[in-house]
Nanobody, 125 residues
Framework: QVQLVESGGGLVQAGGSLRLSCAAS????????MGWFRQVPGKERDFVAA????????YYSDSVKGRFTISRDNAKNMVYLQMNSLKPEDTAIYYC??????????????????WGQGTQVTVSS
């Protein structure tokens, strides 16, 4: 069992930056591909970014590529999402996720084993 707890969301102006953090419980953290999804009301959850168990491989949606950076610290069981050059369309609830290390791209919500409770990110214009 893995529990995921996000933090770092908030309100920021367009062009600004935020860093989301995700604390994971459990002793098998490196067994999981960690990632982030986001969701706006009335829409499905969308893939944002993912990182392999050892941290060597990262994946991004086209909408955030070049602006967001995912990273992990396996010694601390932490995952981070550095979000730069934020746009109003980035406004959403952001969820930390854990998927099997065997998961392949594209990662969909059905690939996810564990979800965090979500943290709100609001970007004002």
């Amino acid at each position: 069992q893995v529990q995921l707890v996000e933090s770092g969301g908030g309100l920021v102006q367009a062009g600004g930056s935020l860093r989301l953090s995700c604390a994971a419980s459990g002793r098998t953290f490196t067994s999981y591909m960690m990632g982030w999804f986001r969701q706006v009301p009335g829409k499905e959850r969308d893939f944002v970014a993912a990182i392999s168990g050892g941290g060597a491989y990262t994946y991004y949606s086209d909408s955030v590529k070049g602006r967001f950076t995912i990273s992990r610290d396996n010694a601390k069981n932490m995952v981070y999402l550095q979000m730069n050059s934020l746009k109003p369309e980035d406004t959403a609830i952001y969820y930390c996720t854990a998927a099997s290390r065997l998961a392949t791209m594209p990662i969909t919500p059905t690939s996810i084993t564990y979800w965090g409770q979500g943290t709100q990110v609001t970007v004002s214009s």
